[in-house]
């Protein structure tokens, strides 16, 4: 019985460890946190549309009911040159290692004085009390925005949706309680064209969602630093604000940079499109960890990392019964994006021969909110699962 062990308890970590289990091994997840906690329906914590615990699947229920091993301790390093993973607490080896130990975020000058909604997920109810304090003054500027690695060529690391949905759904927010006049709402992003990797068709229709929703943009400068009140950009131009919110472009793992696998200037791990690691074949790294293969719009998102961890079980099995029945993950690199806005959502896809952009007022929102009681009731085998949802 060959031991695989898989690093992370985020989409990618334990999608892997539920396909392994399926196919008979003995798996054991290791994971900082005791949770899996499901980012895309977090954007709704700082507006009191869900709760903390709506967000997250205690990681030992799965374990319950999918039969893997669980520790939660912290890795301290990885060694894959002599299989060896150090916790805090224990060491472990492995026969197969999966890596899906996320990213880290790119530290900028002041980033101290900001909050993410894509960072710690504790930070979600930060913001949530920031926000209400704002509200309860009944006035205020808010500026969200990201950032970009300039190492990371494709631009795969950044994260402009859950930028956008924010907004968004902060403007609804504050609409219903009659104070969005009483507020600035503010995007900012260093490329001239945020959120373009969706397809032009979506990008177009950005401007008219911003004016729509009493958003003004901040595009095209270099984000040189934050202090408390305020985005400071390369042109000496600043943006003053009560919260800002900023989510950074992202860089490799810091664990990874010297555990003896081949990373890119930007740290993220070289696979091959079997998200096998160049020269270990008994390593994969799939999720935000590795170098995303594919066209120079692609992105990573959730769904891309359990297509990863599903591509992975399959290969790696193949690898354990001798067959070269192998797949790769870049034919199914796509963009699939729910854009909320707490009073509808739009429709968003692009793949290598089409972009799609559906606008679902009011019920689009529902349908975002549906797929949240999907995907956990789904992950807890309560419901059954439809592939690529």
């Given at each position: 019985?060959?031991?695989?062990l898989?690093?992370g308890?985020?989409f990618?970590?334990v999608e892997?460890a539920?396909?392994?289990r399926?196919?008979?091994?003995?798996?054991t997840?290791?994971?900082?946190?005791?949770?899996?906690f499901?980012?895309?329906?977090?954007?709704w914590?700082?507006?009191?549309?869900?709760?903390?615990?709506?967000s997250?699947i205690e990681?030992?229920k799965?374990?319950?009911i999918?039969?893997?091993?669980?520790?939660?301790?912290?890795?301290e390093k990885?060694?894959?040159?002599?299989?060896?993973?150090?916790?805090?607490?224990?060491?472990?080896?492995y026969d197969?290692?999966?890596v899906?130990?996320?990213?880290?975020?790119?530290?900028i000058?002041?980033?101290?004085?900001?909050?993410?909604?894509?960072g710690?997920?504790?930070?979600a109810?930060?913001?949530?009390?920031?926000?209400d304090k704002?509200?309860?003054?009944g006035?205020?500027?808010i500026?969200?925005?990201?950032g970009?690695n300039?190492?990371?060529?494709?631009?795969?690391?950044?994260?402009?949706g859950p930028?956008?949905?924010l907004l968004?759904?902060?403007s609804?927010?504050?609409?219903?309680?009659?104070l969005l006049?009483?507020?600035e709402?503010?995007?900012?992003?260093?490329?001239?064209?945020?959120?373009?990797?969706?397809?032009?068709?979506?990008?177009?229709?950005?401007?008219?969602?911003?004016?729509?929703?009493?958003?003004?943009k901040?595009?095209?400068?270099?984000i040189?630093?934050?202090?408390k009140?305020?985005?400071?950009?390369?042109?000496?131009s600043?943006?003053?604000?009560?919260?800002?919110?900023?989510?950074?472009g992202?860089?490799g793992h810091?664990?990874?940079?010297?555990s003896?696998l081949?990373i890119?200037?930007?740290?993220?791990?070289?696979?091959e499109?079997?998200?096998?690691?160049?020269?270990?074949?008994?390593?994969y790294?799939?999720?935000?960890?590795a170098?995303?293969?594919?066209p120079?719009?692609?992105?990573?998102?959730?769904?891309?990392a359990?297509?990863?961890?599903?591509?992975?079980?399959?290969?790696?099995?193949?690898?354990?019964?001798?067959?070269?029945?192998?797949?790769?993950?870049?034919?199914?690199?796509?963009?699939?994006?729910?854009?909320?806005?707490?009073?509808?959502?739009?429709w968003?896809?692009?793949?290598?021969?089409?972009?799609?952009?559906?606008?679902?007022?009011?019920?689009?929102?529902?349908?975002?909110k549906?797929?949240?009681?999907?995907?956990?009731?789904?992950?807890?085998?309560?419901?059954?699962r439809?592939?690529?949802?």
């Amino acid at each position: 019985m060959k031991n695989f062990l898989v690093l992370g308890g985020g989409f990618a970590g334990v999608e892997a460890a539920i396909k392994l289990r399926k196919k008979g091994y003995n798996v054991t997840l290791v994971s900082d946190r005791d949770y899996l906690f499901i980012y895309p329906i977090s954007i709704w914590i700082p507006v009191n549309g869900i709760s903390f615990d709506d967000s997250k699947i205690e990681l030992a229920k799965l374990q319950k009911i999918h039969g893997f091993n669980l520790i939660i301790d912290t890795v301290e390093k990885v060694d894959a040159i002599n299989k060896k993973i150090t916790l805090s607490k224990s060491e472990l080896t492995y026969d197969f290692l999966f890596v899906a130990l996320g990213m880290d975020k790119r530290k900028i000058k002041g980033i101290e004085n900001t909050l993410s909604i894509c960072g710690a997920p504790k930070q979600a109810i930060t913001i949530k009390d920031e926000l209400d304090k704002l509200i309860e003054n009944g006035h205020g500027k808010i500026a969200i925005g990201f950032g970009v690695n300039p190492d990371d060529p494709t631009g795969s690391v950044v994260r402009g949706g859950p930028a956008f949905e924010l907004l968004l759904n902060i403007s609804t927010y504050l609409k219903k309680k009659k104070l969005l006049n009483s507020f600035e709402l503010n995007m900012f992003a260093p490329m001239p064209k945020p959120g373009i990797k969706m397809g032009q068709k979506a990008y177009n229709s950005m401007g008219k969602f911003f004016k729509h929703y009493k958003i003004n943009k901040h595009t095209g400068k270099k984000i040189i630093g934050f202090t408390k009140n305020e985005v400071l950009f390369e042109d000496n131009s600043k943006l003053e604000s009560d919260l800002i919110i900023y989510i950074s472009g992202g860089e490799g793992h810091h664990l990874l940079k010297d555990s003896g696998l081949p990373i890119n200037k930007a740290g993220f791990v070289l696979t091959e499109p079997t998200c096998q690691v160049q020269g270990f074949p008994d390593v994969y790294v799939i999720g935000d960890s590795a170098h995303l293969l594919g066209p120079d719009w692609v992105a990573k998102q959730g769904h891309m990392a359990e297509v990863m961890a599903d591509v992975a079980a399959h290969n790696a099995h193949q690898h354990v019964i001798g067959s070269n029945k192998t797949i790769s993950y870049v034919d199914k690199v796509s963009i699939i994006c729910v854009m909320d806005s707490g009073n509808g959502a739009a429709w968003i896809t692009r793949t290598e021969k089409k972009e799609t952009m559906i606008m679902l007022p009011i019920i689009g929102h529902w349908f975002k909110k549906a797929w949240g009681f999907y995907y956990k009731n789904s992950k807890l085998k309560r419901f059954p699962r439809i592939p690529g949802m």
